[in-house]
């Protein structure tokens, strides 16, 4: 089997976010393509490639045998981090799954809520549940940004716990740190928000008012 030397846009911008030096987890690492990638490029000395389901984490084990990074990338069946202990990783990306299920995976992680962790998360689905999330816990997002993959567009949430559990206004949840005004890929991710909410406003009005607000960061 021969190496995958580069990552898809989507997992690049995440790697993109990873502390140079910082030791990785991937959370649902799947074919373990992020983090034999950071450890081969340098960028960590150590990951953690841990999967709740042996199918995936066999494929990933795979890819850090042809890598022969057998020493550096440990595939582990995990479910969340709760296999993971709180002194084995620094930087947790948390990629491709429902931001319902991301929230789920960082509420039960004993140690989330601590300010040296880093969080890189990558929500296929529901960034504003997430955000919101984040934001009632203690969360905030130090960075975000956005990258087209295989047609499709994609948010990247670089995340610390700082404790400070800001109220924010709904529009927030939605846009994040994403600059629509002056970036046209955050753009084309915040658009994707209001065509979904201008479907949801068919059933319930309160969608249509919110879908003009975020019109108004667009313009
Ligand atoms: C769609 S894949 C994403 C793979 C890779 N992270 C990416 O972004 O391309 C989702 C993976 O998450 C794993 N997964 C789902 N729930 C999980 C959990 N609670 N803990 C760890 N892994 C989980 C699944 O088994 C699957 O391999």
Redesign the pocket.
């Known amino acids: 089997m021969g190496v995958k030397t580069q990552l898809d846009n ?2 690049r911008l995440c790697a993109d976010f990873v502390r140079r030096g910082a030791r990785a987890a ?6 373990a ?2 983090p034999v990638w950071l450890c081969r490029n340098n960028i960590c000395p150590s990951a953690i490639a ?4 042996p199918e ?1 984490l066999s494929r990933g084990k795979l890819t850090i045998d042809a890598a022969e990074l057998g020493d550096r990338v440990e595939a582990r069946l ?3 981090m709760q296999a993971i202990g709180e002194n084995e990783a620094d930087d947790i990306i948390i ?3 429902g931001g319902e ?1 991301i929230a789920d ?1 960082i509420d039960r992680c004993p140690y989330a809520k601590s300010k040296a962790k880093h969080f890189i998360l ?1 929500p296929m689905t529901k960034s504003e549940v997430l955000t919101a999330r984040l934001c009632a816990n203690g969360f905030e997002i130090d960075a975000q940004d956005c990258c087209v993959s295989g047609g499709k567009c994609y948010t990247v949430l670089s995340v610390f716990y700082t404790g400070r559990a800001i109220k924010r206004d709904e529009t927030y949840y939605y846009l994040g740190e994403l600059d629509p005004r002056h970036n046209a890929t955050h753009l084309r991710f915040v658009r994707s928000h209001i065509e979904r909410l201008r479907k949801q406003a068919k059933g319930e009005a309160r969608f249509a008012a919110l879908a003009d607000k975020l019109e108004a960061y667009c313009d």
């Not at 991937?26 to 074919?31: K, N, Q, S, Y």
């Not at 841990?50 to 389901?53: G, L, S």
């Open positions: 989507r997992l991937d959370i649902g690492t799947d074919h393509y992020l841990a999967d709740i389901n995936p995990s479910d969340g990629a491709g799954m299920l995976i990558q």
